[in-house]
């Protein structure tokens, strides 16, 4: 099969020969474009930070975060969400990666998606003065 587009998805039957007799076999076809780049948000509680990273579905189904610490890879973890704590080292970068069989694309890296409390009580106690 050459040039087969996703238009092409769905049930077929092949007729092979094996040991000298015909025989059909039923396969299903799943043709894989490539994904979209993904876009990462940021929700906030009062002890945690969680990025929810979104892909077009209909192109991808695998997520999974990359995690640099100091531009030093600390590893990864899969799955659309990513919770931490908001005491967690502030040089952490995240980024996530969406992918299919066929492709990956990754969103841009994200850093601090919220101003910590110390930076907040610091620029109070300087802007009173």
Known sequence: MNNI????????????????????HKFKLKV????????????VTDSNVTLLCEGDESLGDQY???????????????????????????NIEYTC???????????????ICFVPVKILWMCKQRCQQ
Request: glycine fraction near 6%; charged fraction near 30%; hydrophobic fraction near 25%.
């Open 5 to 24: 587009t996703d238009r092409r998805d769905g049930l077929y039957t092949a007729e092979l020969q094996i040991g000298g007799k015909l025989q059909d």
């Open 97 to 111: 990666i969406f992918s299919n069989l066929r492709s990956e694309e990754r969103s841009d890296p994200i850093k």
């Open 64 to 90: 999974r975060w990359e995690v640099l610490e100091n531009q030093v890879r600390r590893g990864t973890t899969n799955g659309k969400n990513l919770t931490f704590s908001k005491e967690e080292n502030h």
């Open 32 to 43: 894989y474009r490539p994904v979209s780049k993904p876009n990462v948000t940021c929700s």
